[in-house]
């Protein structure tokens, strides 16, 4: 018999997104946070450069919003993008009364920072740690409330749907046990999906098992062919791929390719501050003509930069290099989904009584392409949205996107109603996913790619169906499995480059039939 815990409110995920709903939720009735491994896991401990908002004396929404959509390459949904950056100066202004620790200037004011894409310093940060410092501060304000409670190492492994809503949840406990967590609504904020390609900055949680849960249960997802990739990870063998913020390249870092040259100006008139999709293309362009690309801090002070990013000189310490005078070798890692389970503007999915924010979620804020910093603040201000809105029961509950846009069910396969599904190995997924769906794209690889995912994804659909009970280590190939096979196919289906999404055999941007977003459903 399974085991059942009740709460009004249900949050799956204790990032950036699902503490900020907990707080909005926490005077309206009980909520329990449900997170895959301990609190502090996932993706939103490990962002370094900051948080982008529009509070400098020479900034504006209006700026933020237009450097957001330049950045979003033509795809942003301009409303998702006047609420985000309308609301970011509030809501940050927010984390400053509960205690948030923002690095400051001589004047007492938030120091401001540059990254990529963005016209003035507008980046608050707290040190390189700035996600860290976050997370503290909504943890202590969500955990505060006596009707707040958290269950860690539950791993979510299916959806309870009842008619056409979502009822609550299967997750496995500490122990392996099946149990079901019921409410009212539920809110997935399980971050990204990093851990489908070989080379990632993304934590080891970061299985895309929202979208996944969201996918089989039968909500309707979007975008998924638009995946980041951060330009400089370090890439040293043997060692993760840490991240090197952008932080570092807005304080002065250079891009040099092996003969010591700067080239970024060659690629972008941005240089080194071009958009990230922008830098990544150059990196991988330039080390395939020269042989490798570094970062490099030599030139400035070197008691200023370990002083400005003592975590990641740490990262490097680890690696055996010096942040401050060493030769970086650095390269494109899978770093944020643009796409996810696609949501209106507070966070309501196709499904009735489940709702998604952050990185899990797609409004279509960013486009093609995210801005640097923004993950933070779309994490704040629509996990803050998503618990309003949870609260209210909606008189209707809108579809997220125009039905036009939803894409045929995929062909491929039958359903196996084999007695194990996902065979392919967790490695040679992410290998596959590298290889074909990377950086850059073609038909060919989209094509085999999805060849050898679709029987895998079909014997997870099955099992899924099927009822069938699952360990946490099969929910995690599950994950991959579901959400690389709908990556590879949405890559496939948008024949045009745009964003985080280059095809090498369609390499320009097409606004006559590809100026539109597009939802896959089952």
């Not at 309308?86 to 004047?107: K, Q």
């Not at 490695?427 to 895998?456: N, P, S, Y």
Request: hydrophobic fraction near 45%; include cysteine.
């Amino acid at each position: 018999m399974i085991a059942r815990v009740s709460a009004d409110f249900l949050i799956i995920g204790s990032g950036i997104a699902g503490l900020r709903a907990a707080v909005a939720l926490a005077p309206h009735g009980r909520v329990l946070i449900l997170t895959k491994s301990n609190p502090q896991a996932g993706s939103t401990g490990y962002a370094q450069g900051g948080i982008a908002a529009a509070i400098g004396p020479d900034d504006s929404v209006a700026r933020h919003a237009a450097d957001t959509i330049a950045a979003g390459d033509g795809l942003c949904d301009e409303a998702a993008v006047r609420v985000l950056v309308g609301d970011g100066p509030r809501f940050v202004h927010e984390l400053i009364e509960w205690g948030a620790a923002f690095d400051r200037g001589a004047d007492g004011a938030p120091d401001l920072a540059r990254e990529g894409a963005h016209s003035v310093r507008r980046v608050l940060h707290a040190h390189d740690a700035t996600g860290r410092e976050l997370g503290r501060v909504l943890a202590a304000r969500a955990t505060a409330a006596a009707s707040v409670s958290v269950i860690d190492h539950a791993t979510v492994v299916q959806l309870v749907v009842e008619g056409d809503a979502v009822a609550g949840v299967r997750f496995l406990d500490r122990a392996g046990d099946l149990v079901e967590a019921r409410a009212t609504a539920t809110l997935l904020a399980t971050g990204g999906a990093g851990q489908v390609y070989r080379d990632t900055t993304n934590p080891e949680v970061a299985t895309g098992d929202g979208i996944a849960l969201a996918y089989l249960a039968g909500a309707r997802v979007a975008d998924l062919e638009f995946v980041q990739f951060h330009p400089t990870a370090l890439i040293v063998p043997g060692q993760p791929r840490y991240l090197l913020s952008e932080a570092l390249r807005g304080e002065g870092a250079r891009l040099i390719n092996a003969a010591g040259e700067p080239f970024m100006s060659r690629y972008d008139p941005q240089g080194d501050l071009a958009s990230r999709d922008r830098v990544a293309r150059a990196i991988v362009a330039e080390t395939a003509r020269t042989g490798g690309v570094f970062l490099t801090l030599a030139h400035l002070p070197a008691a200023d930069v370990r002083a400005r990013f003592p975590v990641i000189a740490g990262l490097c310490r680890r690696a055996g290099l010096d942040l401050a005078t060493d030769r970086l070798p650095v390269g494109p890692a899978a770093h944020y989904f643009m796409g996810g389970v696609a949501t209106d503007l507070d966070g309501r999915t196709s499904l009735r009584g489940l709702y998604a924010a952050g990185e899990v979620a797609c409004t279509g804020v960013h486009g093609a392409n995210r801005l640097a910093s923004n993950s933070l603040l779309e994490g704040l201000v629509f996990g803050g949205r998503a618990g309003e809105a949870m609260h209210h029961a909606p008189a209707s509950w809108p579809a997220p996107v125009s039905p036009a846009l939803v894409a045929p069910p995929p062909t491929g396969a039958p359903l196996s109603q084999a007695d194990t599904f996902a065979s392919g190995d967790e490695a040679g997924i992410r290998d596959l996913m590298w290889r074909r769906a990377g950086v850059f794209r073609d038909r060919a690889g989209l094509t085999a790619a999805v060849e050898q995912l679709t029987a895998h994804c079909a014997q997870v659909e099955a099992a899924v169906d099927a009822g069938r009970a699952l360990t946490a280590s099969s929910w995690r190939v599950a994950s991959l499995v579901t959400v690389a096979g709908l990556v590879a196919r949405a890559a496939l289906r948008r024949e045009e480059s745009r964003g985080g999404h280059a095809r090498t055999d369609f390499p320009d941007r097409d606004d006559l039939h590809w100026k539109h977003r597009v939802q896959d459903g089952r």
